[in-house]
């Protein structure tokens, strides 16, 4: 999987594993991150601060680190049918898909 990073030109490149149960929280794991290009050392730690936020909301549907990563003026030009714009957006997916997987177990 391939992220465009914060600084124009560079990307971050993420090597992930997904457990057995892959539909369980914290199933999603990052095991190596690459980030290609000069990037100065500030820069990267902001990235990848930013990176795990990101997964960690995704792992755990915590809206705090949600917060960390996407801006009020957050706009998502792939929204499906019935997903909120905005940040309300991904939380209202992460909510949508954790209940699912609470009625599957």
């Known amino acids: 999987m391939i992220i465009k990073a914060l600084v124009p030109g ?3 490149a993420l ?3 997904v457990s057995a149960s892959a539909l369980g929280a914290n199933s999603l ?3 190596d991150t690459f980030i290609a290009g000069p990037t100065p ?3 990267r730690e902001a990235t990848l601060k930013a990176v795990g ?3 960690g909301f995704w792992n755990t ?3 705090d680190l949600l917060k960390q990563v996407i801006t009020e003026s957050f706009t998502d030009h792939s ?3 019935g997903r909120p714009q905005g940040p309300e957006g991904p939380a209202f997916a992460s909510r949508q898909f954790r209940a ?6």
Do not use: D, P, W
């Open 29 to 31: 794991t990052i095991n």
């Open 41 to 43: 050392a500030v820069q």
């Open 53 to 55: 936020a990101f997964y």
């Open 100 to 105: 699912g997987c609470r009625t599957s177990e």
């Open 79 to 81: 929204l499906r049918a």
């Open 15 to 17: 090597s992930l594993s």
């Open 61 to 63: 549907g915590n809206v």
């Open 10 to 12: 560079t990307l971050i």
